[in-house]
C-alpha cells in the first residue's frame, strides 16, 4: 500500500539557517504530493503541492520538488525564520475514488532567534 | 469564512461514556474525512465520505461510528470510549474534480481525553 516516510525529528536551527525535510514515498501509479504545515494550536494548511513527476511547488520561501526516479519530495528553505516553527507533514494522495491522504509521521521545526 | 468547524474543541470523557464530534463545511465540498493524530504517528484515516450518502472506512476505524448527516455535515461518533482514544481528531474536506487537484482542508481539530 501507499506510505510516506519522512525525516525523524524534531529539528532546531537558528534563524537564517537553511532547511531541508526529507520526505520520500511509497506509491502505485502516480500519487499528487504535499507539505502540511501545522502551527501550535491549529490545523493543518497546506503549504505547497505537486501533482506530476518534476513539478515543483512553492510558497512562503518553501519549495518541494516532485522526484519520481527517487521517491522523494524534500521541503526546503533557504532562510528559516522563528514564524517558521510548526509541524510539517508530508502527504500523498491517489488519483482515484475518494483520493484519501496518506501522511507522513510529522518533522516538528523549531527555529531559535 | 468559517471553512471547516469542529465542536467541541476540548473533551473529556470517562471510560465507557459516549460522544459525538461534529463537523461542519461551508464550500459546497463533496468528500469529508476523519483523521486522528497522535504523536509520532502523523495523521491516520479514521472514516472518510466521498460524497453525500456514502460512508466508507479509513485505516483505523474501530470504535468509531460516523454520519454524513447532509453535504455540509459529517459526524464522528465513540459509543464507549475507550483511553486508546485519546487523540486529537481533525475533520477535513475536499472539493472533488480535477481543479480541486486534491487539497484537503482542515478543521481546528478536537483534543479528546478519555480517563
Known amino acids: 500500500g501507499n506510505s510516506v516516510t519522512q525525516m525523524e525529528g524534531p529539528v532546531t536551527l537558528s534563524e537564517e539557517a537553511f532547511l531541508t525535510i526529507n520526505c520520500t514515498y511509497t506509491?502505485?501509479?502516480?500519487?499528487?504530493l504535499f507539505w502540511y504545515v501545522q502551527y501550535p494550536g491549529e490545523g493543518l494548511q497546506l503549504l505547497l503541492k505537486?501533482?506530476?513527476?518534476?513539478d515543483k511547488g512553492s510558497n512562503k520561501g518553501f519549495e518541494a520538488t516532485y522526484r519520481k526516479e527517487t521517491t522523494s519530495f524534500h521541503l526546503e528553505k533557504g532562510s528559516v525564520q522563528v514564524s517558521d516553527s510548526a509541524v510539517y507533514f508530508c502527504?500523498?494522495?491517489?488519483?482515484?475514488?475518494?483520493?484519501?491522504?496518506?501522511f507522513g509521521q510529522g518533522t516538528r521545526l523549531t527555529i531559535n532567534p | 469564512n468559517a471553512g471547516v468547524t469542529q465542536t467541541p474543541k476540548f473533551q473529556v470523557l470517562k471510560t465507557g461514556q459516549s460522544m459525538t464530534l461534529q463537523c461542519a463545511q461551508d464550500?459546497?465540498?463533496?468528500?469529508m474525512y476523519w483523521y486522528r493524530q497522535d504523536p509520532g504517528m502523523g495523521l491516520r484515516l479514521i472514516y472518510y465520505?466521498?460524497?453525500?450518502?456514502?460512508?466508507d472506512k479509513g485505516e483505523v476505524p474501530n470504535g468509531y461510528n460516523v454520519s454524513r448527516l447532509n453535504k455540509r455535515e459529517f459526524s464522528l461518533r465513540l459509543e464507549s470510549a475507550a483511553p486508546s482514544q485519546t487523540s486529537v481528531y481533525f475533520c477535513?474536506?475536499?472539493?472533488?474534480?480535477?481543479?480541486?487537484?486534491?487539497?484537503?482542508?482542515f478543521g481546528a481539530g478536537t483534543r479528546l481525553s478519555v480517563l
Open positions: 477535513a474536506s475536499r472539493l472533488q474534480g480535477s481543479l480541486a487537484k486534491n487539497i484537503q482542508y
Open positions: 506509491a502505485t501509479g502516480y500519487p499528487s
Open positions: 505537486a501533482t506530476k513527476a518534476d
Open positions: 502527504a500523498l494522495s491517489g488519483v482515484q475514488g475518494a483520493q484519501k491522504l496518506v
Open positions: 464550500m459546497n465540498h463533496n468528500s
Open positions: 465520505s466521498a460524497s453525500e450518502g456514502t460512508t
